[in-house]
């Protein structure tokens, strides 16, 4: 009797002592590591085991603590096109395999829907879907629809509104991992590209072709979140605008959940969703993507409104991994501003906080595109720009020849994508220089009825692309349309009454996109631009 309880503790201590790692869901088949950088690999396992993590012929050590929770470093890795696999060990035991990790570039996509936007419904989406099947070392992490209940999952929606349901996520604080469908996807079956932001897979090729090194993309981007959405609590005291949107949010929150607000959201789902025939026949309803998202205690504004919880579930996770840098496309969500401040104040929270999980990385982000509706668009644009001018390692893309009049999410996304490579390859990669940025305003100089304007960030050849357009100045406190023309890169203004100048203007508009005339040799737009004489005033 003794020998027998003996073997049932000796096989109960086996069973513990070899219990499976846990890894967080960015550690697993088919990632892309990011190479040149210290690598950190975190996990779970039996509190106080040893445990050992080999990767390309390389073996750390380390032991777990009372929680079970360990983590090693790997020293910069260089890149690896040859799929390895990493092997982690339990008190010498062989715990946990993942296999075909490449090591490459890492890139993490944040906004809102212009960079979730899928790659199928783009201009050239069908020929690039069917060439992604070439790049077995692109990869993409993402959540995939299997996070969605059987009712909506089956439904023939469109693809934009199929992934915008899938990276719905909310959490309340701050997670340490995704929920278990976020995965990384490779090509193998191209038909996986096509829910891929558009942004990111021509960014990724264009990389990947300049570089040749694998590309990995990280999906984090949300159709229509502003961009408190993206920022942590902790971070919402940075500034009164901040702090007024959460003081505001959870006072409405918690009325609404104290007058049963909730409740009657979940009544009004179940029959006008979950009940209703068309839906249950597999057809689409009105009201958009968002009306198939059943509701949640966490908010009452709809999921890509709330402010932090999309952070907390969607980009917290990330926290210490290696990346190479972060590309943004957003400001849509966040024109409505009353003052160029409150979006400036914003737009560094954002950053800030990103920065404090990865690392002080790059900061790529896409410049507002034309658009014919809305306000406050042109001030954004500029905010945009500034904020690259004055912050180190952030960067502006121009897309103002980029847009469409009546929809907000203009189908070229391969311009955006391949200037954001520009970009990339010229002050991370250490590229070619040439061409790589718009000139954006230096200074002007006003002499009478005349203004001249000179740029900044390029130094080669700026000329004028067809008949001069879009070019205003502002005489005795009116705005007027101006005679324009550019010689050795001093854009001169005049008026055309002959009144002194006080001001000058280039797109300054909602929409310009068919106004867009100047360009460098290289085919980038000059960035739009808004002067006032005095006080050197950009923005009213």
Not at 173 to 179: A, F, I, R, V
Not at 195 to 211: N, P, Q
Not at 377 to 392: N, S, Y
Not at 489 to 515: A, F, R, T
């Amino acid at each position: 009797m003794k020998k027998y309880v003996v073997s049932i503790l000796s096989i109960l201590m086996a069973s513990v002592s070899f219990a499976e790692i846990q890894l967080p869901k960015i550690f697993a088949d088919n990632m892309v590591l990011q190479r040149a950088k210290p690598l950190k690999i975190w996990g779970k396992a039996s509190p106080n085991a040893k445990v050992d993590v080999e990767f390309s012929q390389i073996r750390k050590s380390t032991k777990a603590d009372a929680s079970g929770d360990w983590n090693v470093v790997f020293a910069p890795l260089n890149t690896l096109a040859t799929p390895q696999k990493m092997d982690f060990y339990e008190n010498g035991n062989l715990s946990k395999t993942i296999n075909n990790i490449l090591v490459g570039e890492v890139w993490v996509l944040g906004g809102q829907s212009n960079m979730s936007w899928p790659l199928l419904p783009t201009i050239g989406g069908k020929e690039a879907v069917a060439r992604a099947s070439k790049y077995s070392d692109i990869r993409c992490f993402k959540n995939s629809k299997n996070c969605l209940p059987d009712e909506i999952k089956n439904l023939k929606l469109g693809y934009f509104e199929m992934l915008s349901l899938c990276q719905s996520e909310m959490a309340e604080t701050p997670q340490k991992d995704y929920s278990q469908n976020w995965k990384w996807e490779t090509t193998a079956d191209a038909k996986n590209a096509e829910l891929w932001s558009a942004i990111g897979f021509y960014f990724a090729e264009g990389l990947r072709t300049k570089l040749d090194v694998p590309v990995g993309i990280i999906m984090v981007s949300l159709g229509g979140s502003p961009m408190s959405a993206w920022i942590p609590e902790k971070n919402m005291s940075k500034n009164k605008v901040l702090q007024t949107k959460w003081s505001v949010f959870k006072k409405q929150r918690d009325k609404w959940l104290q007058d049963g607000g909730y409740e009657k959201a979940v009544a009004e789902y179940q029959q006008k969703v979950l009940d209703n025939p068309k839906v249950r026949a597999g057809k689409r309803i009105a009201g958009g993507w968002r009306v198939y998202l059943p509701p949640s205690k966490l908010t009452h504004i709809g999921h890509s409104s709330t402010p932090c919880y999309n952070f907390n579930a969607k980009v917290a996770p990330l926290e210490n991994l290696a990346v190479a840098g972060i590309l943004w496309y957003q400001g849509e969500s966040d024109c409505g501003v009353k003052k160029a401040e409150d979006f400036n104040c914003q737009l560094l929270a954002v950053i800030e906080s990103w920065r404090e999980l990865f690392g002080n990385v790059p900061f790529i982000q896409a410049q507002l595109s034309s658009f014919g509706k809305g306000a406050n668009w042109a001030t954004v644009r500029d905010v945009q720009l500034r904020t690259a001018i004055e912050q180190a390692g952030v960067f502006c893309v121009n897309t103002i020849d980029v847009g469409d009049k009546k929809d907000v999410h203009p189908r070229d996304k391969k311009t955006v994508a391949d200037r954001m490579v520009r970009t990339a390859f010229a002050e991370i990669y250490n590229g070619d220089r040439t061409g790589a940025f718009s000139p954006s305003m230096k200074s002007v100089e006003y002499q009478g009825n005349v203004a001249r304007v000179s740029f900044d960030h390029y130094d080669g050849v700026i000329e004028m692309r067809g008949k001069a357009n879009g070019f205003k100045v502002c005489v005795n406190g009116k705005w007027q349309e101006a005679k324009a023309s550019i010689k050795n890169n001093i854009l001169e203004m005049v008026s055309l009454d002959g009144s002194e100048i006080d001001g000058v203007s280039y797109l300054w508009e909602q929409y310009p996109m068919e106004k867009v005339c100047l360009y460098t040799k290289e085919s980038l737009p000059v960035f739009p631009f808004f002067h006032m004489k005095g006080n050197g005033e950009r923005l009213q």
